[in-house]
């Protein structure tokens, strides 16, 4: 079935009419408009787009112990990614795809999708799954039909038209027609992959098409940079995504963000990555959060003066669990990970080094900002003095001036007093 043309179908009556006519939101080379015809197809002609930004992170997670699944007319192929985005799904997405898979049963497809001629499903793949699961169901009898726009001069093997393609998918999941909520990772992952690694848009594109600032493109963009440092750092696949996910990195490298803008260019940026690295997977294996030691150490470590000490304090740990996971075979996942660790008693003594320093580090720069706290608070009165415009006060009533002068002597009062206790 490699050789599939939904159009031929439709003339031997395979594929039906269907019941809409939409406005594409995209138009063809020539720059005509798409008629919006509607198709109805059966599904054993249809199969995932691995392209797809979501779908792309969630295969690497099954590629990553299972190996490498071809896309196209396979029933394996679309059965992994169906598991995918149903029954290995969280409890949230289960539950919405159960409500999908009833209001089609009831109601039928009220959206339509968007399909290649080859049958390859460029948006609807939750309609697309909830069909699959409707024709699984042995209590229903009838033939279930994907209804989809056609877009018959498009091929994911030509640069020009994977463009039109990423802007279609951008515009309904992202951006102008509607929002998908794709967890953070696939977001960054979506927008490097579009952006860096295969060269499909522009920033300036990526921004238009999917609603965004450039700021929020760039910053998805850097994240999933940290995201790619983190997985060598790991010893697993460049393209296992999928860990970064498992490990729910999100957080602690938004953190992280602000500070690697500054020192991206510093001649310290690997071995700094690698100690925070280190943290992370600390936090992660201890169950801590990382918005309190590991936040306090991004933002009042990296950067100053005492990043070089924290670099050095933590050298002989971090290299420990980079040798550590440094195996022949690749880590594969957030248990693989853990595993390869805490079967190592050298990784495991490292990880809880890495827990003493990281916390005396946090520790000393909180004292800091505690010990800096009284002085930002008098130069910021100061500065509050120094705002009132002497003009509008000679201008006051005599009541408001009264007001004025009694509280600037209890101003006085209170430096008075402070200054005497510091003596």
Do not use: C, W
Not at 232 to 242: G, H, Q, R, S, V
Not at 259 to 267: F, L, P
Not at 334 to 362: C, E, G, P, R, Y
């Amino acid at each position: 079935m490699e050789n599939i043309d939904l159009f031929d179908l439709y003339k031997k009556g395979f594929v039906k009419d269907g019941g809409h006519n939409v406005n594409v939101p995209i138009k063809k080379a020539s720059g005509e408009k798409y008629d919006g015809k509607t198709y109805a197809i059966p599904l054993k002609y249809l199969y995932y787009n691995e392209q797809n930004g979501r779908i792309g992170v969630s295969l690497s997670d099954y590629e990553s112990t299972s190996g490498k699944l071809i896309p196209g007319h396979n029933e394996e192929y679309n059965m992994v990614i169906q598991n995918m985005l149903a029954d290995d799904a969280d409890e949230m997405t289960r539950k919405e795809m159960d409500k999908l898979k009833r209001d089609i049963a009831i109601k039928g497809q009220d959206e339509p999708g968007y399909v290649l001629s080859d049958g390859r499903v460029i948006d609807g793949n939750r309609r697309f799954t909830a069909r699959r699961l409707l024709e699984q169901d042995p209590s229903i009898t009838e033939q279930q039909y994907f209804e989809a726009v056609i877009l018959d001069d498009l091929s994911v093997q030509n640069h020009d038209d994977q463009k039109k393609i990423k802007s279609l998918e951008l515009q309904i999941q992202f951006g102008k027609l509607g929002k998908v909520d794709y967890n953070p990772i696939d977001r960054a992952i979506d927008a490097y992959k579009t952006i860096v690694k295969n060269n499909i848009m522009s920033v300036a594109e990526y921004t238009e098409f999917a609603g965004l600032t450039s700021n929020e493109v760039n910053k998805r963009i850097l994240e999933a940079e940290l995201i790619i440092k983190f997985l060598e750092f790991a010893n697993t696949n460049p393209d296992n995504y999928a860990l970064a996910k498992q490990l729910d990195l999100d957080g602690p490298l938004q953190d992280m963000i602000p500070q690697y803008k500054k020192i991206k260019d510093s001649d310290n940026l690997d071995q700094l990555l690698n100690s925070l690295f280190a943290k992370i997977i600390q936090i992660r294996s201890s169950k801590e959060d990382f918005k309190a030691e590991f936040r306090q150490i991004v933002k009042n470590v990296v950067g100053t003066k005492n990043e070089e000490k924290f670099i050095e304090e933590m050298e002989d740990a971090t290299d420990t669990i980079v040798e550590a996971l440094d195996k022949e075979d690749v880590i594969k996942n957030n248990v693989d990970l853990f595993t390869t660790l805490q079967n190592n008693q050298d990784a495991v003594q490292a990880l809880a080094k890495v827990q003493t320093i990281s916390t005396n580090h946090s520790e000393k720069a909180k004292n800091y900002k505690e010990q800096n706290k009284p002085v930002k608070l008098a130069e910021k009165a100061i500065s509050s003095i120094e705002a009132i415009d002497k003009r509008i006060v000679t201008e006051l009533p005599k009541s408001e001036k009264a007001k004025l002068k009694s509280s600037f002597e209890k101003l006085k009062l209170k430096i008075d007093e402070l200054l005497s206790e510091e003596g």
